[in-house]
Each structure stands twice: as structure tokens, then as C-alpha cells.
């Protein structure tokens, strides 16, 4: 942030990365439709960390591309 001459507050809205366009991000809902799952089953990748969320007006929204590259893990214990 910076302050101008009238000691007002200015912000950059340059970014030093290429943004994702918003046909990138998906709901969850559209997600769990992709995958042929259910919501609640989205919602618990989510809590486990396995896909990146991005949070707009209490919404959540996921990686399109993520979603639909999404391998699930072997269940059971991992061996050694």
C-alpha cells in the first residue's frame, strides 16, 4: 500500500504471477459432479488437504484441473 500526496490509501492491483482465469475454479458441487461423487465427499478431500481452495464470500472454490486429475489413494494403513 502506498499513501498519495492527500494522504490517501492506494493499492496495486499489479501481480507479479499470471492470474487463473474464473473458468478455473469450480463449486463444489460442480466438482463432485465431475468426479461422480458425492458433495459431503468433496467436502472431506477438502478437510484432508488434497486439493488447493480458494474462499470468495464464504464459497468455496477448488481447481478445475485438480478435480478432474484427482487420483484417490490406496485405502488402508501405508506399508513400510
Not at 4 to 11: A, G, K, P, Q
Not at 21 to 30: L, R
Not at 53 to 76: A, D, H, T
Amino acid at each position: 500500500m502506498k499513501k498519495d500526496s492527500r494522504n490517501r490509501v492506494t493499492l496495486s492491483t499489479h501481480f507479479s504471477t499470471p492470474t487463473s482465469s474464473s473458468e478455473d475454479w469450480i463449486s463444489q458441487a460442480e466438482a463432485a459432479r465431475i468426479r461422480r461423487v458425492s458433495r459431503q465427499a468433496i467436502s472431506r478431500l477438502i478437510k484432508k488437504g488434497r486439493f488447493h481452495i480458494l474462499k470468495i464470500g464464504g464459497k468455496v472454490l477448488l481447481k478445475r484441473s485438480e478435480v478432474k486429475s484427482y487420483e484417490p489413494e490406496q485405502p488402508g494403513r501405508p506399508h513400510k
